[in-house]
């Protein structure tokens, strides 16, 4: 379970978050929304002790540099230098690496295999990391949390770059895994995981709106949100988001 209680957060004098109170239940899958720069990804910086906050944070009762062990982490891609001289088992092995002194151990070689191969990219076990597209990078990237078999899982837009069939696949994925974790998801494209989405955070530096997908997922909400407005379509119990990105202007 996570609670968040008056988080605020500032870089020098700008505020990037400010007075978020919320709490989720475990397992579930929330999935955070909101323009560029509306503090999402400081939002899951603050959940990872990445960044100083103000107000009080607990995932499962430990603050969050005391639950690092607890969550598997896949960054924003374009903060993340994909160049590294590595192979594709390097990037997934890399994190089971770092639990032991003695190195890897043959269940972390299983392990990374079986994420890669529920992802389509077994096959490029061998491959140069940096020669691969985009979007299977991020496939590559979400094996890399997949073998963490972390009970938390924290992804910054996991989609971005990949192809439909791929988000779809994704989506499914996350779907499964929601059964036994808490997944925390940012994404510009909420669609491929409606179905399975427990609740909605619209997030721009304040909460706009926290709760189902037919409680949040409405055209005034999102004209709260992005200053524009956002076509939604809703059939039977499951809302769709027609549109794309916006920029917040400050
Ligand atoms: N390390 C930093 N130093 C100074 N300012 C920062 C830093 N990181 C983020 N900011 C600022 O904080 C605000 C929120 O940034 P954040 O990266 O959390 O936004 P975001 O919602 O993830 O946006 P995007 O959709 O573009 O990824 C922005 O105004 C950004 O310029
Ligand atoms: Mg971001």
Redo the contacts with the bound molecule.
């Keep these: 379970m996570i609670e968040i209680e008056n988080l605020s ?1 500032k ?2 004098n ?1 505020i ?2 400010e007075n978020i109170n919320l709490k989720l239940e475990h397992p579930s899958l929330l999935v955070i929304m ?12 603050s959940l990872l002790g990445l ?1 100083e906050y103000e107000g009080k944070i607990r995932i499962f009762g430990k603050k969050p540099e005391e639950a690092r062990d607890m969550i598997g982490y896949m960054p ?1 891609r ?1 903060r993340v230098n994909t160049n590294i001289p590595l192979r594709v088992k390097d990037v997934v092995l890399m994190p089971l690496l770092s639990k032991y002194y003695f190195g890897i151990r043959l269940q972390d070689v299983k392990n990374a295999k079986k994420a890669l191969k529920r992802v389509n990219m077994l096959h490029y076990w061998d491959k140069n990391f940096s020669a691969l597209s985009g979007g299977e990078q991020q496939r590559v990237f979400l094996a890399r949390v997949l073998a963490q078999n972390s009970k938390v899982l924290i992804l ?2 996991p989609f971005s770059a990949t192809d439909v069939a791929t988000k779809m696949k994704m989506a499914k994925i996350l779907h499964i895994l929601k059964r036994d974790k808490t997944i925390i998801i ?1 994404t ?1 494209d909420v669609n491929p995981l409606v179905e399975c989405t427990d609740k909605i955070l619209l ?1 721009r ?1 304040r909460i706009i709106a926290y709760g189902t997908v037919p409680e949040v997922l409405r055209e005034e909400n999102m004209e709260r949100l992005y200053g524009v407005r956002v076509p939604i379509i809703r059939r039977e119990n499951v809302c769709y988001v027609v549109g794309g ?1 916006v ?2 202007r ?1």
């Design positions: 957060v870089y020098g700008n990037a978050l909101g323009p560029n720069g509306a503090g999402k990804t400081t939002l899951l910086k960044v924003q374009d910054d837009e940012v510009h997030l530096k990105d920029h917040l400050h």
